[in-house]
């Protein structure tokens, strides 16, 4: 599958050597997907929403409420996604974007920020969730969160202070508040950056965090079944004949 990635910020160049900038990491982490990356921070956009068979979305150290042409320019994208049922993933700020851009709202949490290794807890099992576990450990590095649902909205997984962990709108929107491309040292070279902004106590717990395995590869594992399952099913809808009807 081609994958065109939403590439919605930059790697701080002191930090490129851990992993390379979002396009690499996403790459390595889904060796088997096809991406091609479109800066959309910097206003590079598809030609339209089929130059690729789905799309996924990087996270950011921007806001998806900032009124900025870029953000607005990709709500309006996301919308046009939805309206075709093309499938689209969507990774932290992505993960928000879906919630704003299709009548949900987002705002920063109550309880802060959220950064680690977090235990996200299956509240709706889904068939492409193979193999089957309860419950799995990822990273996070955000401060905002869906506080609304968009209409047509299914919550799948909840972690602790986030109770929209992983979320669908519809059959073709998945979203994830966590980051399945990011390692341990990335999540903490962010902490570093952040260590201004961030609580002493917060910040400990997500360093005692990284003692915790993350299953990155079982994330990957549904993500891309879920991708091959949507994309199958765009296809078949897509072949279906229908009468003439004069």
Known sequence: MK???????????KFLHIAGDYPEMFQAA???LDFVPYYVCEGEFPSNVHACDAYMSTGSSYSVYEELD????????IQELYQHKIPFVGVCFGHQLIGEALGGKVQKAATGWSIGVKPFEIKEPQSWMRPTQPSLNLLMMCQ????????NSHVLATAPNCP?????????????????????????ALIDLRVDRIDETTINAAIESFKLPVDKELIRQWIVNWLRDRSARRRASLSEVRPFAP
Do not use: N
């Open 164 to 188: 929209i962990g992983m979320f669908t709108v519809g059959d073709y929107m998945l979203g994830i508040q966590a980051h399945p491309e990011f390692s341990k040292a990335y999540d903490r």
């Open 3 to 13: 994958i065109g990635l939403l590439t919605c910020d930059r790697v701080h160049p």
């Open 144 to 151: 905002d969160q869906i506080v609304t649902l968009p209409p």
């Open 30 to 32: 889904f060796p088997e």
């Open 70 to 77: 870029w953000i607005g320019r990709l709500k309006g994208f």
